[in-house]
């Protein structure tokens, strides 16, 4: 049997959101909370602007989600070294440490479920993540491409001198 193209696309769409809400909370943080103290985590100290744009919600949202995250001890404001007018929000060693026991929990959780399918099924799923990684990637990164110029807007650039 032949799969179309489009209950493919259904059955994808079925199971990614069946991951994300597996995924998308942890204790008390919801999938923004996460998805942001993840990004701190990966880029580093980031303008609250650069944040809402790249998680792509409003700056009062994202000023709500830096306020939890600072009530928890999971991030806090600092001041940008070279402008002291400008303040950055960094992940905290809490943060990290919440971060990876959060991945771990998901690992071993995923583990646990794919261990009970057969090794044929494993070998069938490995191989459509394996095929479908690629074409995941370009959708993301088109999603992204998209997105820029409205991020770029938003991010606030350095002044250039013609020096």
């Given at each position: 049997m032949r799969a179309d193209?489009?209950?493919?696309?259904?059955a994808f769409r079925e199971v990614a959101r069946l991951v994300l809400r597996h995924l998308s909370v942890y204790g008390d943080l919801n999938i923004t909370a996460l998805s942001t103290l993840s990004r701190l985590d990966r880029e580093g100290p980031l303008r609250l602007t650069t944040l809402a744009a790249a998680?792509?919600?409003?700056?009062?949202?994202?000023?709500?989600?830096?306020?939890?995250?600072?009530?928890?001890g999971l991030a806090r404001r600092v001041g940008e070294p070279q402008?002291?007018?400008?303040?950055?929000?960094?992940?905290?060693?809490?943060g990290r440490s919440l971060l990876e026991e959060h991945r771990q929990a998901q690992r071993?959780?995923?583990?646990?479920?794919?261990?009970e399918l057969s090794p044929a099924e494993r070998e069938v799923l490995d191989a459509?993540?394996?095929?479908?990684?690629?074409?995941?990637?370009?959708?993301?990164?088109?999603a992204?491409?998209?997105?820029?110029?409205?991020?770029?807007?938003?991010?606030p650039q350095k002044a250039t001198t013609g020096a």
């Open positions: 193209a489009a209950d493919m696309a259904d998680e792509s919600i409003a700056q009062p949202s994202m000023t709500q989600v830096v306020k939890r995250l600072e009530q928890l402008d002291a007018r400008v303040v950055l929000v960094t992940v905290t060693d809490a071993d959780r995923l583990a646990e479920l794919l261990s459509a993540m394996r095929a479908a990684r690629p074409a995941i990637r370009r959708l993301l990164s088109d992204a491409a998209q997105k820029a110029p409205t991020a770029a807007r938003l991010t």
